[in-house]
């Protein structure tokens, strides 16, 4: 069984458009992120989630929108697609914070903004 | 700038041989981690060796920490074609929820058969 999914793998879309990601953990984890990963595979925290509630935030414009509606699941919402969203977000998951335990990361969603 | 800056930035072996990656930081931590990205998937942890630990091993894989230089590096032993692949350190800090675990830049390494 798949410890950390996320959907869908890939996502083509044109700019101006709106679109989701979901992701889903069975290990039990409290607290989850979501990852932005750019062309130089450079990866850079957006989101974490305790319990489902925000913990981190970090500068990321407000079209992107996470969602947590349990602590197995946090979504991310993207408003009005930019060129520059196009990377691959991460979602991953951990037992602690991020910064004291090993983070289980799902397969990644490749985002094209046309 | 960022923390956890890998090097090399990519590095080409045989398969057999062993393979050096390191890792420098620029403030304390409370732990340092390294995963691997195969091409195409996500991250996979590896070791995380916290900041009162000198060395840690798992199977072929050896990870040191060197507190006083700010540095670590991630040794493979009798490296295989199946080895390849990219490996990022992490930084863990101080501080509880809040804090981030930040990500190097990676090394890229590519095991010949």
């Known amino acids: 069984d798949t410890a950390v999914s996320q959907t869908p793998k890939y996502l083509v879309t044109q700019m101006g458009n709106d679109k989701s990601i979901k992701c889903e953990q069975n290990l039990g984890h409290d607290t989850m992120y979501w990852y932005k990963q750019d062309s130089k595979k450079f990866l850079k925290i957006m989101f974490s989630y305790n319990n489902k509630e925000l913990i981190i935030n970090e500068t990321v414009p407000n079209r992107f929108s996470p969602k947590s509606p349990d602590k197995a699941h946090l979504n991310l919402h993207i408003n009005s697609l930019e060129l520059g969203d196009s990377a691959v977000y991460f979602c991953?998951?951990?037992?602690?914070?991020?910064?004291?335990?090993?983070?289980?990361f799902g397969n990644g969603t490749r985002l094209t903004v046309t | 700038s960022q923390q956890g800056e890998e090097d090399p930035q990519a590095l080409s072996i045989q398969e057999g041989e062993n393979a050096t990656m390191n890792c420098s930081y620029k403030?304390?931590?409370?732990?340092l981690q390294w995963y691997r990205q195969n091409s195409g998937r996500g991250l996979v942890h590896l070791i995380l060796?916290?900041?009162?630990?000198r060395e840690k091993h798992s199977g072929r894989l050896r990870v040191t920490l060197d507190t006083s230089k700010k540095s670590s590096s991630l040794l493979i032993t009798a490296s295989r074609a199946a080895d390849t692949a990219s490996y990022f350190c992490?930084?863990?800090?101080?501080?509880?929820?809040?804090?981030?675990?930040?990500f190097g830049t990676g090394t890229l390494l590519a095991v010949q058969p």
């Open positions: 992490a930084k863990g800090g101080y501080g509880g929820a809040t804090n981030k675990l930040i």
């Open positions: 060796i916290r900041s009162n630990e």
């Open positions: 991953a998951s951990s037992q602690e914070g991020g910064w004291n335990s090993p983070l289980h």
């Open positions: 403030t304390s931590i409370n732990n």
